[in-house]
């Protein structure tokens, strides 16, 4: 890997980092992982809004279905 390629996975990494930090202030409950698949999203052409009303929905049916259970 040259040096080139090494800072862009650091800097990438770094901006990964403060996007965790910013999420985990805002309290969106998303994990390092599930974050950087969202940004990758994000930089592939999905609308951000988008993006975060599917997170909201899938949150929403996930408390359903837990509720559910309980049931």
């Known amino acids: 890997m040259s040096s080139r390629d090494m ?15 910013i999420s985990q202030l805002l309290n969106t409950q998303l994990d ?4 950087a698949t969202c940004v990758s999203m994000i930089e592939s052409g999905v609308n951000p809004e988008a993006l975060a009303t ?7 049916e ?3 279905l837990n509720a559910g259970k309980q049931d």
């Open 7 to 21: 800072n862009r996975t650091s800097s990438a990494q770094e901006t990964l980092d403060v996007l965790h930090d």
């Open 32 to 35: 390092r992982e599930t974050l």
């Open 54 to 60: 599917v997170i909201k929905e899938l949150r929403r």
């Open 62 to 64: 996930n408390a359903n």
